[in-house]
């Protein structure tokens, strides 16, 4: 990875690792959050928005360790409602949490499916473009056709990931060199619209708050799902987008301990 993009994955981060971390003294704190009569709802805001999934695993085999207990179903059997469904989705690892919430909107419980990717079908989407220009003399336009138009933003720009790794070139060259005028022309600014991903979320975010109700499982799922990758960002677009801060938006929509969960996760406005 070159330096330049490190940086700016790790710029686009809202939850980073915790320095001199510890498991043990984690798992203990929220062990005596969830003790007894009541709970600290705040102490667990405190460990489990501010630790990285990574470390949020080794929380959980600590907690094991140490207490015989299952932290997850410990969480689940003290908290309740929207609170407890965004800390319990914060413990899964993240391509379980992704494919829990896909069959779960598949199955009409969430609000929809149009932010997830199946690894397989993108690979195999850019095996398909591959074979269709680069791979063969002359192009396959339907094929580049029915793949740019047929699906959805996120899922896109891991084909296009893959695609690269493929073909050692960036799919933006492969369709300079495999197609010319008002086609090449409609494909590459598919390309552009779909690498704007950022803008994409951002606007996830806002539809999910606007007007009456919250769809809190695209509200929760989205938070959650790129906080340690590029929340950041997103918040800058969500800004110059809507003018106004998606903290400011959060607090307006929503309350209590699930509020406060999601601001932590968010962090400082941009």
Same mark, same amino acid.
């Given at each position: ?11 686009? $981060? ?23 009569? +009541? ?7 405190? $460990? ?84 269709? +220009? ?55 600014? $598919? ?25 809190? +499982? ?48 968010? +962090?400082?406005?941009?």
């Amino acid at each position: 990875m070159a330096w330049w993009k490190a940086w700016i994955e790790q710029e686009g $981060v809202t939850v980073k690792s915790s320095s001199h971390f510890n498991p043990d003294p984690d798992a203990e704190t929220l062990y005596k959050a969830m003790k007894g009569i +009541g709970t600290n709802e705040q102490a667990i805001i405190d $460990v489990l928005t501010k630790r990285s999934n990574t470390q949020r695993q080794q929380i959980a085999k600590s907690f094991k360790a140490q207490f015989g207990k299952d932290l997850t179903e410990t969480l689940k059997s003290e908290l309740s409602g929207k609170f407890e469904r965004l800390i319990v989705a914060l413990m899964y690892l993240p391509y379980r949490y992704e494919a829990k919430e896909l069959h779960d909107a598949m199955k009409g419980s969430r609000d929809d499916v149009s932010s997830f990717v199946d690894p397989g079908l993108a690979l195999q989407d850019a095996q398909d473009l591959y074979a269709a +220009g680069e791979k063969i003399r002359g192009t396959d336009e339907m094929k580049f056709i029915t793949i740019l138009c047929m699906r959805s933003a996120t899922h896109l720009l891991r084909v296009f990931e893959e695609y690269e790794k493929i073909a050692n070139k960036c799919i933006e060259d492969s369709i300079n060199s495999e197609t010319h005028g008002s086609l090449e022309e409609a494909m590459l600014t $598919v390309v552009k619209c779909t690498q704007n991903l950022h803008s994409y979320f951002a606007e996830r975010l806002y539809y999910a708050m606007k007007g009456a109700g919250t769809r809190d +499982g695209t509200l929760i799922r989205n938070i959650v799902s790129r906080s340690e990758i590029d929340l950041n960002l997103i918040k800058c677009h969500f800004k110059k987008m809507y003018g106004k801060t998606l903290s400011s938006m959060i607090m307006e929509d929503t309350s209590g301990d699930y509020k406060n969960a999601l601001l932590s996760l968010v +962090g400082s406005d941009p």
